[in-house]
């Protein structure tokens, strides 16, 4: 997958009512494809789609990656969403139906309540000590609120902290008991003759009132697979950064699961059901396909969205044929949503959008002819061409893309047709793989 040739997807370009905008956040044309992808974010959105599936089945470049991705962008910060190519699944140091769990587990939001106990006033006085070598410090910190003033104990590390802030007396701040962070909320009104003194950018807000130290309820949403990690013994939550978090023990799911189904009993978890993206779905195996049928039953499942280019094809790992390459049983239960090849108006919008993106001009004549080019070869290739193109104008000193420009990218470099063609013409002087076997599998033809 590459998320640079998709950098100009923004969402799905709906209005309110769901309905397909002609060009908005980089979204042309699939009308039908990106209204019924809208109306199933709506169901994510209102929770009501744990342990449903649909795929996105078309011809090669017609959309369904970049429209996957604009459901992503639409989601928000707080919903997960995966997207893993069916073919990783075979290329990481762990199993296929590990691979498969931990992308479930990863799609899967709990959204966690907790209790800190904060102190937050505006400071009064700050008093410190330093000791003859200046290693260690001591004082004391004098806090107010309208109602209360207290005077805390300081140790090294707290006033390392306030002075990373650069806390000073007539600030208002708030320090976390359990972390020890210190944020500074602003500057107290009533320093507001310091104005001068202290710069235009300075925020001022009214001093706190009541309790100095108060209980305030933070919510953070972690996903299951992190909640695994840094739970299990052997990994450890730094893991989580280096990435490589091998297979994770069924037992320690179990024990997950259980906690975090307490948590939910006793109202400080929410489970938030993603979405996982699962692209070119017709390079899983039949065993993986029998994974994903058992997992959406699971009361724990996410929004599972494939994309298959496939037609009737191969199931891999048996020798029966199926539409998408996906057994029955799966598409049984899956909503299918078709994306059809576009029109010369949308790919010339299309063309136009990502020569904005990458910041590449275009005459009108050489326009005509890419859009040309993509309807016989693919629009992906006609995307490809563009910054090749560019290439080949600068260097005869042009920042404008002519025809000549393009026809010159079109020789260097082989849409699929021609590399199949050429491929033919070359039969025996190339290292060839065994076709036949997996040769039937027939991607949707464009036209
Ligand atoms: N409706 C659209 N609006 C804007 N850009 C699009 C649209 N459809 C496709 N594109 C862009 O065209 C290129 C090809 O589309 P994409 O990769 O999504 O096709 P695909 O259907 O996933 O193809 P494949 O089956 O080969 O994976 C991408 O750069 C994509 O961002
Ligand atoms: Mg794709």
């Known amino acids: 997958m590459d998320p640079g040739a998709h950098s100009h997807i923004r969402g799905l370009g709906l209005d309110d009512r769901l309905e397909p905008r002609a060009n908005s956040q980089g979204m042309v044309g699939q009308a039908k494809a990106r209204k019924a ?12 789609i744990a342990g449903r599936a649909m795929l996105f089945a078309g011809p090669p470049s017609t959309g369904k990656t970049a429209i996957a991705l604009g459901m992503a962008q639409t989601l928000g910060p707080d919903v997960p969403f995966t997207m893993i190519a069916a073919s990783e699944v075979f290329s990481l140091s762990m199993s296929k139906t590990e691979a498969l769990t931990q992308a479930f587990r990863r ?24 000791s003859l070598t200046g290693a260690t410090k001591t004082g004391k910190l004098t806090i107010k609120t309208t109602d209360m003033e207290t005077i805390y104990d300081l140790g ?13 007396a007539g600030d208002v701040i708030s320090i976390d008991k359990t972390s020890g962070k210190v944020s500074k909320l602003g500057r107290s009104f009533a320093r507001s003759r310091d104005y001068d003194a202290m710069g235009a950018d300075t925020k001022f807000v009214q001093c706190p009132e009541g309790e100095i130290q108060k209980r305030r309820e933070v919510v953070h949403t972690v996903s299951l697979h992190e ?19 091998g297979e994770i023990k069924p ?19 929410e489970i938030i059901p993603g979405v996982l993206f699962i692209d070119e ?22 929004l599972v969205i494939m994309a298959s280019n496939r037609g009737m094809a191969r199931i891999r790992g048996t020798k029966v044929n199926s539409p998408h390459g996906l057994p029955v049983d799966l598409l049984d239960r899956v909503l299918i949503v078709s994306t059809r090849p576009y029109d010369s108006e949308d790919v010339q919008e299309i063309i136009k959008i990502r020569c904005e993106e990458e910041d590449v001009t275009l005459n009108e004549a050489a326009l005509q002819v890419l859009t040309q080019m993509a309807l016989e070869t693919t629009l992906r290739y006609a995307l490809n061409i563009i910054s090749t193109a560019q290439v080949l104008a600068r260097k005869r000193k042009s920042d404008k893309v002519e ?21 033919k013409e070359q039969q025996g002087a190339l290292m060839f793989e065994e076709i036949g076997a997996e040769g039937d599998n027939d991607t949707m033809d464009q036209s």
Request: glycine residues 6%; contains cysteine; aromatic residues 6%.
């Open 107 to 130: 799609s899967i939001g709990v959204r966690i309540k907790e209790e800190t106990e904060i102190i937050e006033g505006e400071v009064v006085e700050m008093q410190i000590d330093r």
């Open 37 to 48: 992808a809208g109306m199933i974010l709506k169901m994510v959105q209102e929770g009501r």
């Open 227 to 245: 909640i695994d990690v840094i739970n299990s013994r052997t990994q450890g939550f730094l893991a989580l950064f280096a990435g490589d978090t």
């Open 156 to 168: 090294t590390k707290m006033i390392d902290a306030l002075a990373k802030e650069k806390v000073t």
């Open 281 to 302: 779905v017709h390079m899983l195996d039949i065993e993986c396909f029998s994974f994903l049928n058992r997992a959406l039953e699971n009361e724990l499942s996410p």
């Open 251 to 269: 037992e320690l799911r179990n024990q997950i699961n259980q906690k975090v189904a307490e948590w939910r009993e006793e109202g400080k978890a």
């Open 403 to 423: 025809t000549d420009d393009l026809k010159r990218s079109y020789s260097y470099f082989m849409d699929e047709k021609r590399s199949v063609q050429w491929l």
